[in-house]
Structure formats: structure tokens, C-alpha cells
């Protein structure tokens, strides 16, 4: 009997921002899906990818919603608007693969997973960088025992702000955005990988500033507010033991700190960026010298996108997506709970010196 190949899943793209290109380049070959059509507010945006990309360019995201051919909803909005499309992309009975975060916050996310579960839709979360070959390649190393039981972890994602590159980064200085939620994600969504879930947290934050200047671009030289804490220190406990020290923060005018270090009973890994999909990868073993290297073929490492054709595959094979939506709210959960802890931090406030 001949086999057949599996139709590819019709994709609609909302959001065309700066990452969107990324995306749409990335999956152009993948056989597994094929983007027809995207929307954006900004309609000259939206006409911009459509004629780089040979899409259609849709006059408004109901109306790419409502193209009966559109299976998957591609969903790269900014992060306030994540959870309102969504909800709108499965009411028009489509599945959805939303750029991290699942939604600003905790009550928006689970309500959106219970729609889905509700009309039979899947929800797919990035960021899919726990899926490349660095951070898989760092599991198979804990899995195999090589630095023994994990006991901590330090990550750091540290840096001046977006500012530095991006033409409008407002939106991430909102309420709902901040280190915490940009940059998070990533760090979290790895941890989670690696040591399971997280059931305790606590934190301290810090907004040194409240306005910023955009640096790059047109409105170069334009200052913009603040409105959410721009530099976030937390504890993680993990359900098995294991304690996470992690900062996120858009305070830091540079760091040589290596971005994630997992330490066990019997060695440490320095291990890939979390926002990154390959090398490197360093390990060294409690008797060793040194650290060594783990080999990473780059080439087959990764890369943005990779959740999304997996996704499509999984709606073809009958089985959930690697890049879930339910890791995405747990995701999400920590994130919250490490914003309404810095809030409420009471800790322990020392006294003045007695006099000698």
C-alpha cells in the first residue's frame, strides 16, 4: 500500500512585527504547514510581509479568522493583545500557536485553555528553545546522572533593555511585560524542562527609572514610561528539592555571568542561553579538572519556529504539541507568582546597629 503524505496545515499569520519574519522565513520549507495568509492593525505592515512571502494580506484579523481555509491561527502579536486574539482564533474554530507569554496573566491563560479543551481546538505555546539540540543535550546529561542529583541552578538574564534594538519597545515597559515576562519565558520554560515543576517562589524588584529613551529607529531619541519592575531577583523551589536563583533585568549595562548553571551532587553544567536553540555546552564532573565541552552539530540545532511545525505534524498524528499550552500556563503560573511576590515581599528588616 502506498503511503500518503499528510496535507500541510494552512496557516494564518496575526502580528507582523519584528519577529514575524523570523517565523515565516523558518518554516517556508517545512512541508509540515504552509502559511497563506496574515493581518496586522498596521495594514501597510501586513501588505510589506505579504508581498515578501507571497501570502495574502487579509484587511483585518476577523477577516483571516474567517477564511474557512485556515486550520492553525499563528498568533505574534504583542503580549497584552495574546490572550484576546487567541480566545477570537478558537471562537472562529481554529487551534492557535501564540509567541510566549500564554497571556499577561494567570486567569486570562487558564480561561483560554478551558475554551479550547471545550470546542476540541489545540493551543501551542512558545518559546520552543527547550526542544533544540543545547538544552536537550543538557537533559540527556542530568537524565544519565553525569552531575548526579541536581541540588541548584543560577540564571541570569541580564542586559540594558530592548531599547537598544528595537524601534518600539514600549509595549515591553508595560504593565504585563517588563524582564520578568520578555525574557522569562525562556529561562522558565528551559528550568522546567530540566527539573520539572515549580512550587514555591520568592522575590524581590526594582524600578530604578521611570521613563526610557528609544535608541535605534526612527523615534531614536524619544522618551517613553515605565510601568512594570525592570529588574526582578527570585528564588524557585522545584517539587523535587532543587533551588533556582534567577534574575531578569533590563538594569544591566553588561555581564560576563553565564546564563543558566545547573549544579548537582557530583558536578556542574554550564548550559546553552536559554533563548537559544544550540551550543555551547560545558560539563565537568566533581572529580574532573575542568569543565569540557559536549559537542552541538549548530547546524541541526534549531531554531525559532520548530514548535509550530511540530505542532502542525502533531495535528496530522493525533497527538498534543511539544511546545503546549499547558506547559505555557505553567509557565505563566511562575512568572505571576514571582510578580505578586516581589509585590508583597515583606522578608526580614534589620534593625539599626546597637552602639558599642
Not at 22 to 33: K, T
Not at 56 to 78: G, M
Not at 246 to 251: H, K, L, T, Y
Not at 303 to 312: E, N, Q, R, T, Y
Request: charged share 20%; proline share 6%; aromatic share 4%.
Amino acid at each position: 500500500m502506498m503511503s500518503t503524505t499528510p496535507t500541510p496545515v494552512r496557516v494564518g499569520l496575526v502580528g507582523c512585527g519584528n519577529v514575524s519574519a523570523r517565523y515565516l522565513e523558518n518554516v517556508a520549507d517545512s512541508g509540515a504547514l504552509e502559511v497563506v495568509a496574515c493581518a496586522d492593525l498596521d495594514l501597510v505592515l501586513a501588505a510589506r510581509t505579504a508581498e515578501r512571502f507571497s501570502i495574502d494580506a487579509e484587511p483585518s484579523v476577523a477577516a483571516l479568522l474567517a477564511r474557512p481555509d485556515i486550520e492553525l491561527v499563528l498568533n505574534l502579536t504583542i503580549p497584552a493583545a495574546h490572550a484576546a486574539v487567541s480566545m477570537d482564533a478558537l471562537a472562529a474554530g481554529k487551534h492557535v500557536y501564540t509567541e510566549k507569554p500564554l497571556a499577561t496573566d494567570r486567569e486570562s491563560a487558564v480561561a483560554l485553555l478551558q475554551r479550547a479543551e471545550e470546542l476540541g481546538l489545540v493551543v501551542g505555546c512558545a518559546p520552543d528553545t527547550f526542544m533544540g539540540a543545547g538544552i536537550q543535550a543538557c537533559k540527556a546529561l542530568i537524565e544519565t546522572g553525569a552531575i548526579g542529583t541536581p541540588v541548584s541552578a543560577n540564571a541570569f538574564t541580564m542586559n540594558a533593555g530592548p531599547e537598544r534594538f528595537h524601534p518600539a519597545p514600549d509595549y515591553l515597559y508595560r504593565a504585563g511585560a517588563g524582564p520578568l515576562l520578555d525574557g522569562g519565558p525562556y529561562t522558565v520554560t528551559v528550568l522546567v524542562e530540566l527539573l520539572g515543576r515549580v512550587d514555591r517562589v520568592v522575590a524581590m524588584a526594582t524600578m530604578p527609572r521611570a521613563a526610557r529613551s528609544i535608541l535605534v529607529g526612527d523615534r531614536a531619541g524619544a522618551e517613553f514610561p515605565v510601568e512594570t519592575s525592570t529588574h526582578v531577583a527570585s528564588l524557585l523551589h522545584f517539587a523535587e528539592g532543587v533551588i533556582v536563583t534567577m534574575v531578569n533585568s533590563f538594569d544591566v549595562a553588561d555581564t560576563t555571568t553565564p546564563r543558566l548553571e545547573i549544579h548537582g551532587t557530583h558536578g556542574s553544567i554550564i548550559a546553552p542561553a536559554p533563548n537559544s536553540w544550540g551550543g555551547p555546552l560545558l560539563v565537568r564532573a566533581r572529580d574532573s579538572s575542568e569543565f569540557v565541552a559536549v559537542g552541538i552539530d549548530e547546524s541541526r540545532a534549531g531554531f525559532m519556529g520548530m514548535g509550530l511545525i511540530d505542532m502542525a505534524e502533531g495535528l496530522r498524528e493525533g497527538r498534543p504539541p511539544r511546545a503546549s499550552g499547558e506547559r505555557g500556563l505553567h509557565v505563566l503560573e511562575v512568572l505571576a507568582a514571582i510578580g505578586s511576590a516581589a509585590q508583597d515581599a515583606a522578608g526580614v528588616t534589620l534593625g539599626e546597629r546597637a552602639s558599642a
